[in-house]
């Protein structure tokens, strides 16, 4: 079965869902690749230890460095060509495409998708919150900006400038944490599985799928025999949800490489 003329066929439904590959051709590093994040640390910290509200509570200027450290790193790189074809998928279908994103680095945006049609997943490094959990996002101050380099300690009046507008406590970087869960006022957790239950075929890019949400999404379109495309220079979990159902695809490479010649198959 060809998925892509079927979907056109139908006039279906798209999801695309994305992780930190689909940044690497931008060079933002991902996470567990070479020179990932979690795999580059130092001689105080393992840098997954970093990613917890635990280390947050314990240490939360060496956290926020840390994150604007990254933040700078997305502030440098700028959307690529899978980021721009991914924005012409949905300026196409319109309410025919969900776009699930695993990135915090903002790019999707940037490159030109919707706040509304794509869900952040895991938050975004551009934004800050109070810690009460209250889902009301500050921009983090323009004074950090993308010459924030690593290892760089916050001064106090730094650290003033991060306070929370909403209460007298620091605020926290807007992003999902390892000892914290998905939900649906911060993370649209329970609008990504509905969007996964409704839509037709299914499209992953760049990510090996070692978060809980991504899987269930992956399960879910398996489960219901619907077709996943996996575009990714590696095989993982996904493209054993694609070889499980007709129709299923595994295209081998970049996103830069695959996305725009996809593009051109899923609309005129
Ligand atoms: N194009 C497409 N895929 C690529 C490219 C590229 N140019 N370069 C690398 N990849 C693939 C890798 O082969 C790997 O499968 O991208 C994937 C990146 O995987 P991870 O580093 O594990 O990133 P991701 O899957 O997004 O991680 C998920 O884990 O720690 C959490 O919150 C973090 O959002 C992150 C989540």
Known sequence: MDSIAEFRRRQGKLLVLTGAGISAESGVPTFRGQEGYWKVGSQDYHPMEMATHQAFAAMPEEVWAWYLYRRAVCLNAAPNAGHRAIASMEAHLQDRFLLVTQNVDGLHLRGGSSEERTFQIHGNIHYMRCDDGSPELTPIPEYFGADWAKGRALSAVERDTLSCPACPGLARPHVLWFDESYDEPLFRFESSLRAASESDLLLVIGTTGSTNLPL????????????????????????????????????????GEHLPRLLGRLID
């Open 216 to 255: 269930q999404i992956g399960e879910m379109f398996a489960r219901r025999g619907c077709p996943i495309i996996v575009i990714n220079p590696e095989p993982n979990p996904f493209t054993e949800f694609a070889a499980s159902c007709a129709g299923g695809l595994f295209l081998e490479g970049t996103a």
